[in-house]
């Protein structure tokens, strides 16, 4: 594979436009890539056309669109397409977005294996299927790799960036160039492992806090406030392991002070909840006290999040450390 390419911006593959390809699409164009959006279904092709004129004219007007371009230049710089092999053709990366099933997935890197030269990188939004499940016995399997982004991407910067065991280094480096470009925030899996780094965190997070709502330790509403009031304002700036060095006097004065007490807690924790029954009826309810599960509600509490996230992400930027 030749060295870095995206020196100077290049053609950029989106393949499945649905809620994540428009924002990858969105993403690439914002730092100037022509982006091929492409999708076996033409009709969501123009929804997703339209709908991305919408989100950045939107953007636009309230002083949050990304990138140096204005709405309308970045608009110039996304197609339509509805021949896979024309989006393809020229594009130094490819980034999937179609549904998250092994077996289309699999069948779409069979597809784009046999079409595609050794210079692009193949590249998947998946969620948490394995790459090695994915991109086993491709003809291009070092230019594979997963990159997953968080939702909504626009406004949460972080890609886990996973590669198959066969996977070129060069094919990480290239994609994490791309990443820090186009103002996303990779970070690098050594190996594949299930839930990636991010889910992993999460499951562990949710299972706990199913357990204390189930065993009734405390309710479903101030569970969430234990987060987002508590341990979420200080883990949008730092993360755990940073927040244990700040906490003591560096990390091994943490460790020194607080391992007994982590082990002794940690010992009591349960098994596996099973999400469902009585339990999963309600903190339902609760949720829904709060978000009633209507489309119309759900959308405008999704929006005020999204809104809240674009402050955050505009926080985040004025603070950076010098
Ligand atoms: P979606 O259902 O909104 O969009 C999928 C699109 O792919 C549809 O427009 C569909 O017509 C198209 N499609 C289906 N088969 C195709 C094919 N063979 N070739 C081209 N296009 C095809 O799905 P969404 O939510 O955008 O998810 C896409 C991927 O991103 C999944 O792997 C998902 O796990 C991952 N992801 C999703 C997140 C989310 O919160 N929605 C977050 C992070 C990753």
Same mark, same amino acid.
């Given at each position: 594979?030749?060295?870095?390419?995206?020196?100077?911006?290049?053609?950029?593959?989106?393949?499945?436009?649905?809620?994540?390809?428009?924002?990858?699409?969105?993403?690439?164009?914002?730092?100037?890539?022509?982006?091929?959006?492409?999708?076996?279904?033409?009709?969501?092709?123009?929804?997703?056309?339209?709908?991305?004129?919408?989100?950045? &004219?939107?953007?636009?007007?309230?002083?949050?669109? &990304?990138? =140096?371009?204005?709405?309308?230049?970045?608009?110039?710089?996304?197609?339509?397409?509805?021949?896979?092999?024309?989006?393809?053709?020229?594009?130094?990366?490819?980034?999937?977005?179609?549904?998250?099933?092994?077996?289309?997935?699999?069948?779409?890197?069979? %597809?784009?294996?046999? /079409?595609? #030269?050794?210079?692009?990188?193949?590249?998947?939004?998946?969620?948490?299927?394995?790459?090695?499940?994915?991109?086993? #016995?491709?003809?291009?399997?070092?230019?594979?790799?997963?990159?997953?982004?968080?939702?909504?991407?626009?406004?949460?910067?972080?890609?886990?960036?996973?590669?198959?065991?066969?996977?070129?280094?060069?094919?990480?480096?290239?994609?994490?160039?791309?990443?820090?470009? /186009?103002?996303?925030?990779?970070?690098?899996?050594?190996?594949?492992?299930?839930?990636?780094?991010?889910?992993?965190? %999460?499951?562990?997070?949710?299972?706990?806090?199913?357990?204390?709502?189930?065993?009734?330790?405390?309710?479903?509403?101030?569970?969430?406030?234990?987060?987002?009031?508590?341990?979420?304002?200080?883990?949008?700036?730092?993360?755990?392991?940073?927040?244990?060095?700040?906490?003591?006097?560096?990390?091994?004065?943490?460790?020194?002070?607080?391992?007994?007490?982590?082990?002794?807690?940690? &010992?009591?924790?349960?098994?596996?909840?099973?999400?469902?029954?009585?339990?999963?009826?309600?903190?339902?309810?609760?949720?829904?006290? &709060?978000?009633?599960?209507?489309?119309?509600?759900?959308?405008?509490?999704?929006?005020?999040?999204?809104?809240?996230?674009?402050?955050?992400?505009?926080?985040? =930027?004025?603070?950076?450390?010098?």
């Amino acid at each position: 594979m030749a060295s870095p390419a995206f020196s100077a911006p290049g053609g950029v593959a989106v393949v499945g436009s649905g809620l994540i390809g428009r924002s990858w699409a969105m993403l690439f164009a914002s730092a100037g890539f022509k982006v091929k959006l492409y999708d076996v279904e033409p009709r969501q092709v123009t929804h997703a056309l339209d709908s991305i004129r919408k989100e950045m &004219k939107s953007l636009e007007q309230s002083d949050s669109l &990304k990138g =140096s371009l204005g709405a309308e230049g970045q608009l110039s710089l996304i197609s339509g397409c509805s021949d896979i092999r024309e989006a393809v053709e020229g594009a130094l990366h490819v980034q999937e977005c179609v549904p998250e099933n092994l077996e289309l997935k699999k069948q779409l890197f069979a %597809q784009l294996d046999g /079409i595609v #030269g050794d210079q692009v990188v193949l590249s998947s939004s998946s969620s948490c299927l394995l790459p090695s499940r994915l991109f086993s #016995g491709l003809v291009h399997v070092k230019q594979c790799l997963v990159a997953h982004p968080v939702n909504p991407p626009y406004y949460v910067p972080l890609v886990e960036l996973v590669p198959h065991p066969e996977t070129a280094p060069a094919t990480v480096d290239r994609t994490y160039a791309l990443m820090r470009k /186009i103002g996303q925030s990779p970070v690098r899996l050594t190996k594949e492992v299930d839930g990636f780094a991010l889910n992993r965190l %999460q499951y562990a997070v949710i299972s706990e806090a199913w357990r204390l709502v189930e065993e009734g330790v405390v309710s479903p509403g101030d569970l969430d406030l234990v987060m987002s009031d508590g341990l979420g304002m200080r883990y949008a700036f730092i993360g755990p392991l940073e927040t244990m060095h700040l906490n003591a006097e560096g990390m091994l004065s943490y460790c020194d002070r607080y391992s007994e007490g982590m082990k002794h807690v940690l &010992k009591t924790f349960g098994p596996i909840p099973e999400f469902s029954g009585a339990a999963a009826e309600k903190v339902h309810q609760a949720m829904c006290v &709060k978000v009633p599960d209507d489309p119309e509600h759900l959308a405008a509490r999704r929006e005020w999040r999204d809104r809240c996230l674009m402050r955050l992400a505009r926080l985040k =930027s004025q603070l950076q450390p010098q």
